[in-house]
C-alpha cells in the first residue's frame, strides 16, 4: 500500500514569511509525528498526534511552530514568520496506536528560509 | 528514555558481515530496544527492534547482552544498499508519547 507522503518535497521561503508543510499517513494509522532534522544534526521531536486525544506539543521549539489534524488523517505543520534557524529537513511519521508500534516515515519537507 | 551510546562511524566492505554496536547501561527493565536506519535523502526506516532475546528478521540479527546493558545490530553481508546511519534507540513501554529519541548514530559507509 502507499506510505506515508509529505509535500512539498522541497520549499525555499524568505526570513518573515509563513510556510505550511503537509503530511498524508498511511491510512488507518491513527499516531502522528512530526520530526525535525537540521543540517548534520540529528532528529528532534516536534509533535505528536493520537487519535482525538489532545496533541503532545512538548517538541515545538517556539509558538511560530504550531501544526493540526484534521479527520484523523492529514496533517499539516505551520511555521509562522520564519527564520534562517528553521532550516531544515521536516519529516512525518505514522504509525499503529499501540506502544512499540513501528514509526513509517515520509521522505520528509526539505525547508531553506533565505 | 535512556540514552544510548554508538560509534559515529564504521566502515565495511562489501558482503562480509557488519557488527553495530550499541551501549545502553542505563537501561530501564521496561525499554525495549530498537533499531532504525535512514540511506542518504530518505526518512528513517525501522530495522528491528528486541526486549530480552536475540531477533532475526530479513534484514538483521539483533544481539542483545545478558544484563541488557549493549546490543548488537549485526548484518549478515553488507551491500552497498546498507550504507545508511543506524539508530540505537530504547523505547519505555510505559511512554504513552511513544516518539522516538534520536541520537547521534553509526553512519555505516560500505566500500566495495
Known sequence: GAGVSQSPSNKVTEKGKDVELRCDPISGHTALYWYRQSLGQGLEFLIYFQGNSAPDKSGLPSDRFSAERTGGSVSTLTIQRTQQEDSAVYLCASSRPRNQETQYFGPGTRLLVL | ?112
Open chain 2, 1 to 112: 528514555d535512556a540514552k544510548t551510546t554508538q560509534p559515529n562511524s564504521m566502515e565495511s566492505n562489501e558482503e562480509e558481515p557488519v557488527h553495530l554496536p550499541c551501549n545502553h547501561s542505563t537501561i530501564s527493565g521496561t525499554d525495549y530496544i530498537h533499531w532504525y536506519r535512514q540511506l542518504p535523502s530518505q526518512g528513517p526506516e525501522y530495522v528491528i527492534h528486541g526486549l530480552t532475546s536475540n531477533v532475526n528478521n530479513r534484514m538483521a540479527s539483533l544481539a542483545i547482552a545478558e544484563d541488557r546493558k549493549s546490543s548488537t545490530l549485526i548484518l549478515h553481508r553488507a551491500t552497498l544498499r546498507d550504507a545508511a546511519v543506524y539508530y540505537c534507540i530504547l523505547r519505555d513501554v510505559n511512554n504513552a508519547g511513544n516518539m522516538l529519541t534520536f541520537g547521534g548514530g553509526t553512519r555505516l559507509m560500505v566500500k566495495p
